[in-house]
Nanobody
Framework: QVQVVESEGGLVQPGGSLRLSCATS????????MGWRRQAPGKQREFVAG???????NYSDSVQGRFTISRDNAKNTMYLQMNSLKPEDTAVYYC??????????WGQGTQITVSS
């Protein structure tokens, strides 16, 4: 079992920045990849960014160049630094951890609203 807990989101003005964190606990050694997905109202959950155990990173085209995913193994925590935020980034953001047996553990989700 892996527990995944996200930090609080919030309201940000367009062009602003915010950093999300995702703390993990439990069977940390079984994690093979982690990442973020988001879901806007009326839309399907979509991939945002991911990092695997080899530290390979992927971003969706919509956030490439604006968001940065990173991981602090000593703290068992992953981060998502979000810069140049746009109204279309408004969504519930979910952290996930993929383990070796292909199960996925999800955080509770945190609301990010980009609005003036």
């Amino acid at each position: 079992q892996v527990q995944v807990v996200e930090s609080e989101g919030g309201l940000v003005q367009p062009g602003g920045s915010l950093r999300l964190s995702c703390a993990t606990s439990g069977s940390i050694a079984s994690i093979v990849a982690m990442g973020w997905r988001r879901q806007a109202p009326g839309k399907q959950r979509e991939f945002v960014a991911g990092i695997n155990s080899d530290s390979r990173i992927n971003y969706s085209d919509s956030v490439q160049g604006r968001f940065t995913i990173s991981r602090d193994n000593a703290k068992n925590t992953m981060y998502l630094q979000m810069n140049s935020l746009k109204p279309e980034d408004t969504a519930v953001y979910y952290c996930y951890a993929l383990v070796a047996d292909f199960r996925t553990y999800w955080g509770q989700g945190t609301q990010i609203t980009v609005s003036s």
